[in-house]
């Protein structure tokens, strides 16, 4: 079946970047996206950005906008985050998340039915 395995955390000082990996097996993606959501201790989780699969579009909350992008690579099955700028507040369990019948531009509250364990990041101040 499907497994997503991230990496890529870590402890960063307020400013600097991390690159987040989520490696797809198990299924070939045709159509439907992949997604970005983070957990903070006693927080809701929260959305951070997604990309679909065929057509590359893109969303992302508005915290972390003009900082962050989502991109993928369709060979290597592969969703990746790359973080600059990085806040204290960008600290959290960061989870990615699949979609495998969505067409078009992905949304927050679309239904993801398959995710990863999650990678930590820590930002320091």
């Known amino acids: 079946q499907v497994q997503m395995v991230e990496s890529g955390g870590g402890l960063v000082q307020a400013g600097g970047s991390l690159r987040l990996s989520c490696v797809v097996s198990?299924?070939?993606?045709?159509?439907?996206?992949m997604a970005w959501f983070r957990q903070a201790p006693g927080t809701e989780r929260e959305f951070v950005a997604a990309i679909s699969w065929s057509g590359g579009s893109t969303n992302y909350a508005d915290s972390v906008k003009g900082r962050f992008t989502i991109s993928k690579d369709n060979a290597k099955k592969t969703v990746y985050l790359q973080m600059n700028s990085l806040k204290p507040e960008d600290t959290a369990v960061y989870y990615c998340a699949a979609n495998f019948l969505s067409v078009g531009q992905p949304t927050p509250r679309m239904r993801y039915d398959y995710w990863g364990q999650g990678t930590q990041v820590t930002v320091s101040s």
């Open positions: 198990g299924r070939t993606f045709s159509r439907g996206a």
